[in-house]
Protein backbone atom coordinates (compact mmCIF):
# COMPACT_ATOMS: atom_id res chain seq x y z
CA UNK A 1 0.00 0.00 0.00
CA UNK A 2 1.23 3.68 -0.83
CA UNK A 3 2.03 6.21 1.86
CA UNK A 4 -0.72 8.33 0.03
CA UNK A 5 -3.39 5.28 0.54
CA UNK A 6 -2.17 4.83 4.00
CA UNK A 7 -2.43 8.34 4.50
CA UNK A 8 -6.17 8.44 3.35
CA UNK A 9 -7.00 5.24 5.87
CA UNK A 10 -5.54 6.69 9.05
CA UNK A 11 -7.22 10.34 8.16
CA UNK A 12 -10.60 8.63 7.58
CA UNK A 13 -10.53 7.44 11.27
CA UNK A 14 -10.32 11.12 12.34
CA UNK A 15 -13.78 12.91 12.49
CA UNK A 16 -12.72 16.12 10.68
CA UNK A 17 -9.28 14.73 9.42
CA UNK A 18 -8.75 16.15 6.22
CA UNK A 19 -5.71 14.75 3.57
CA UNK A 20 -3.70 16.57 1.20
CA UNK A 21 -4.56 19.92 2.37
CA UNK A 22 -3.15 22.71 0.66
CA UNK A 23 -1.31 25.86 2.86
CA UNK A 24 0.42 28.71 0.64
CA UNK A 25 3.49 30.76 1.93
CA UNK A 26 5.55 34.00 0.59
CA UNK A 27 9.16 33.18 -0.39
CA UNK A 28 11.82 34.85 -2.27
CA UNK A 29 9.17 36.97 -4.12
CA UNK A 30 6.24 34.56 -4.74
CA UNK A 31 4.11 32.24 -3.52
CA UNK A 32 4.93 28.20 -2.14
CA UNK A 33 2.81 25.90 -1.35
CA UNK A 34 3.07 22.48 0.67
CA UNK A 35 0.78 19.57 1.46
CA UNK A 36 0.13 18.29 4.37
CA UNK A 37 -0.94 14.60 4.65
CA UNK A 38 -3.53 14.33 7.52
CA UNK A 39 -4.66 18.16 9.19
CA UNK A 40 -7.45 18.02 11.96
CA UNK A 41 -8.89 20.95 13.71
CA UNK A 42 -5.62 20.88 16.25
CA UNK A 43 -2.90 18.54 14.33
CA UNK A 44 -1.02 18.38 11.74
CA UNK A 45 -0.19 14.94 10.62
CA UNK A 46 2.96 13.26 8.62
CA UNK A 47 2.62 9.64 7.44
CA UNK A 48 5.53 7.84 6.51
CA UNK A 49 6.14 4.14 5.39
CA UNK A 50 8.99 2.72 7.67
CA UNK A 51 11.45 3.61 4.69
CA UNK A 52 14.56 6.19 5.14
CA UNK A 53 13.18 8.66 2.34
CA UNK A 54 10.29 9.31 5.14
CA UNK A 55 13.60 10.95 7.63
CA UNK A 56 11.41 14.13 5.88
CA UNK A 57 8.44 14.20 7.43
CA UNK A 58 9.07 15.46 10.82
CA UNK A 59 10.79 18.25 8.91
CA UNK A 60 7.23 19.11 6.84
CA UNK A 61 5.37 18.18 10.00
CA UNK A 62 7.15 21.07 12.32
CA UNK A 63 6.75 23.09 8.59
CA UNK A 64 3.38 22.57 8.63
CA UNK A 65 2.83 23.22 12.56
CA UNK A 66 5.10 26.59 11.88
CA UNK A 67 2.05 27.63 9.06
CA UNK A 68 -0.53 26.86 10.41
CA UNK A 69 -0.23 27.04 14.32
CA UNK A 70 -1.77 23.93 15.31
CA UNK A 71 0.37 20.69 16.23
CA UNK A 72 2.79 18.44 14.67
CA UNK A 73 2.44 14.93 14.91
CA UNK A 74 4.56 12.48 12.67
CA UNK A 75 2.94 8.60 11.82
CA UNK A 76 5.36 6.19 10.91
CA UNK A 77 3.54 2.88 9.11
CA UNK A 78 5.30 -0.37 10.00
CA UNK A 79 5.18 -2.95 7.73
CA UNK A 80 7.41 -5.58 9.01
CA UNK A 81 6.72 -5.66 12.76
CA UNK A 82 9.77 -4.58 13.93
CA UNK A 83 11.33 -1.13 14.97
CA UNK A 84 14.19 -0.99 12.66
CA UNK A 85 16.52 1.46 11.81
CA UNK A 86 13.89 4.20 10.41
CA UNK A 87 11.74 3.70 13.04
CA UNK A 88 14.29 3.91 15.78
CA UNK A 89 15.75 7.14 14.43
CA UNK A 90 12.37 8.92 13.57
CA UNK A 91 11.35 8.03 17.62
CA UNK A 92 14.18 9.12 19.14
CA UNK A 93 14.53 13.20 16.93
CA UNK A 94 11.24 13.87 16.85
CA UNK A 95 11.04 13.31 21.42
CA UNK A 96 14.43 15.74 21.30
CA UNK A 97 12.44 18.23 18.95
CA UNK A 98 9.15 17.90 21.46
CA UNK A 99 7.13 16.31 18.42
CA UNK A 100 4.61 13.30 18.81
CA UNK A 101 5.29 10.15 17.13
CA UNK A 102 3.15 6.73 16.41
CA UNK A 103 4.48 3.87 14.52
CA UNK A 104 1.26 2.05 13.68
CA UNK A 105 1.22 -1.45 11.88
CA UNK A 106 -0.57 -0.73 8.01
CA UNK A 107 -2.41 -4.18 9.10
CA UNK A 108 -3.87 -2.98 11.72
CA UNK A 109 -4.81 0.51 10.18
CA UNK A 110 -6.08 -1.51 7.39
CA UNK A 111 -8.35 -3.61 9.48
CA UNK A 112 -9.31 -1.06 11.79
CA UNK A 113 -10.84 1.12 8.82
CA UNK A 114 -11.96 -1.94 6.91
CA UNK A 115 -14.32 -2.73 10.28
CA UNK A 116 -15.30 1.05 10.86
CA UNK A 117 -18.91 0.65 9.42
CA UNK A 118 -19.64 -1.58 12.55
CA UNK A 119 -18.56 0.65 15.41
CA UNK A 120 -20.73 3.91 16.18
CA UNK A 121 -19.09 7.65 16.88
CA UNK A 122 -21.87 8.21 18.46
CA UNK A 123 -21.17 12.17 17.84
CA UNK A 124 -17.05 11.13 18.78
CA UNK A 125 -14.06 13.35 17.82
CA UNK A 126 -12.13 10.35 15.98
CA UNK A 127 -12.89 6.65 15.43
CA UNK A 128 -9.08 5.01 17.15
CA UNK A 129 -8.41 2.35 18.98
CA UNK A 130 -9.10 3.19 23.38
CA UNK A 131 -8.07 -0.18 24.36
CA UNK A 132 -6.88 -3.55 24.08
CA UNK A 133 -3.98 -5.00 21.58
CA UNK A 134 -5.26 -2.54 18.50
CA UNK A 135 -4.07 0.27 20.27
CA UNK A 136 -0.91 -1.00 20.84
CA UNK A 137 -0.11 -1.32 17.51
CA UNK A 138 -1.32 2.24 16.97
CA UNK A 139 -1.43 4.31 19.81
CA UNK A 140 -2.81 7.82 18.25
CA UNK A 141 -5.52 7.98 20.25
CA UNK A 142 -3.16 9.29 23.22
CA UNK A 143 -2.25 12.44 20.91
CA UNK A 144 -6.05 13.24 19.77
CA UNK A 145 -8.93 14.61 21.67
CA UNK A 146 -10.75 11.85 23.61
CA UNK A 147 -13.68 10.25 21.62
CA UNK A 148 -17.01 11.30 23.37
CA UNK A 149 -19.64 8.54 23.03
Not at 121 to 141: F, I
Request: charged fraction near 30%; charge should be negative.
Amino acid sequence: MSETEIALLLCGLLAGGDTEVSHDFDNLGGRRGIRVDCETETHVIEVGLDKTSSRDSLHQALFAAELTGKIPLVVLIDRDGEEGRTEFEMRRIAERAGVGYVRCAEHMVVRWRATQPWRSLDGGTHDLPQEGPARGLCNLARYMPPASG
